[in-house]
């Protein structure tokens, strides 16, 4: 199999810091370490071994290559140490690497105590005669932490290192923007944005949003949709009450139940629709757009079923809108990451050519989710289309999401 050409070269748009509760303090600060208190009787429920190791006092595990392959969780070598993360980056050939929160996905679903989906609803029961007041406070606390962290940890290796910053939940379009605005002066190169809510309180495609849009676009920073924070999409949580998506075991993404499984890109997916529909990719072509661990199964229909509308009924109403296709755009603007360890990535090429921009590669380390030995196994299946194929999926499409950085004439480096 031909993959030396990969070695090093090879983008991972979905990896997190994943730190055991008892070391938050000590690596994020002292919201960090309340957070933890509160939420301990949840992450209790998780089971130990996941997230909780009250036992382990460092990132420490032996960085092999078949440890950085096979070992997950809290427990993984690099998990929440970003200097010892640079090196389990090299064992897998990784040039450059997106952080996604764990620690940080806390404090979001704090901040948003109603309305937060399943998730939120579980977490909830364990938060004794925390008011709503205080959780919202305490979430936002939390977020300008993991803020600060992702500062901190970029400045160890900007180019390698890519952390996501997150946005407390606007009050406007100007505190979402000045959010952005402070998060990106501070070398920050992509942001995560909760697609379950109307950003600032506007649709994603208003004219009110246009400055946000055009900000981030400016500066080549991509802005994600990531599992898990989807909050608010659902106003209630009965939806998934009922004997067959009783959670099997829990996480502070999904509750491993079909219910949850099936459903978590739908609000990606809606999020899409709006702002492809609305214009802004028109409106903002270079603006980057990934959706992360949300799978890639949805993708293909989305465009056929966008493109039909906008043939087939709305041609004329459109036309001052949209000057492209909306698969068009999708292709140009959007990535996503399919389940590696599930969907049948080479259908997806197969079956989407017109697509084949938007499949990207993912670990999701160290969470289990992302799988053991799964680059193998992913150059197994995607072999047989041809070196094209691998070039997009490990290489190419991912550069969209993970750009070079900018010389000092403000020209992309290689």
């Not at 293909?300 to 001052?320: Q, S």
């Amino acid at each position: 199999m031909a993959t030396a050409p990969l070695l090093g070269r090879t983008l991972d748009v979905d990896g997190h810091e994943f730190a055991p509760p008892h070391l938050w303090g000590e690596i994020f600060g002292p919201v960090a370490a309340r957070l933890a208190e509160v939420c301990a009787p949840f992450i209790a429920a998780m089971g130990e071994d996941y997230i909780a190791r009250p036992g382990q006092a460092a990132d420490d595990a032996p960085m092999t290559a078949e440890n950085v392959w096979t070992l997950r969780h809290t427990g993984a070598p690099g998990a929440f140490d970003m200097r010892r993360r640079l090196e389990a980056m090299d064992l897998m050939g990784i040039r450059r690497q997106l952080i996604f929160p764990s620690y940080g996905l806390w404090g979001q679903i704090l901040a948003t105590p109603e309305g937060g989906g399943p998730i939120a609803a579980g977490m909830r029961q364990f938060l004794g005669n925390l008011s709503v007041e205080e959780s919202i406070a305490l979430g936002f606390a939390g977020t300008d932490e993991w803020n600060e962290w992702a500062v901190r940890t970029t400045a160890l290796d900007p180019d390698r290192l890519r952390p996501v910053g997150m946005f407390k939940t606007p009050r406007d379009p100007e505190d979402l923007i000045g959010q952005a605005r402070g998060l990106i002066d501070r070398g920050l190169r992509g942001l995560l944005i909760n697609t379950g809510m109307p950003p600032g309180g506007f649709s994603p495609a208003a004219a009110e949003l246009d400055p946000f849009w055009a900000l981030v676009a400016a500066h080549d920073v991509p802005v994600f949709a990531h599992v898990g924070s989807d909050l608010g999409l659902l106003a209630s949580s009965t939806w998934s009450e009922a004997p067959a998506f009783a959670p099997n075991k829990l996480s502070i993404e999904l509750g491993f139940e079909p219910y949850s499984m099936a459903s978590m890109h739908l609000s990606a997916e809606h999020f899409l629709m709006v702002i492809v529909l609305g214009g802004v990719f028109e409106r903002h072509p270079r603006l980057r757009f990934g959706a992360i661990e949300l799978g890639a199964h949805w993708l293909g229909p989305l465009a056929d079923y966008l493109d039909m509308w906008v043939e087939k009924v709305f041609a004329r109403r459109i036309k001052g809108t949209l000057s492209l296709k909306p698969s068009e755009y999708l292709a140009r603007n959007v990535r996503v990451t399919p389940h590696n360890i599930v969907e049948p990535v080479d259908r997806f090429f197969e079956r989407y050519p017109h697509l084949a921009t938007c499949y990207c590669y993912s670990t999701d380390y160290p969470h289990i989710e992302g799988g053991a030995h799964i680059k193998d196994k992913v150059l197994a299946m995607l072999a047989p289309l041809g070196p094209k194929r691998l070039e997009q999926y490990f290489a190419t499409n991912g550069e969209w999401l993970l750009p070079p950085l900018p010389n000092a004439n403000g020209e992309q480096t290689t």
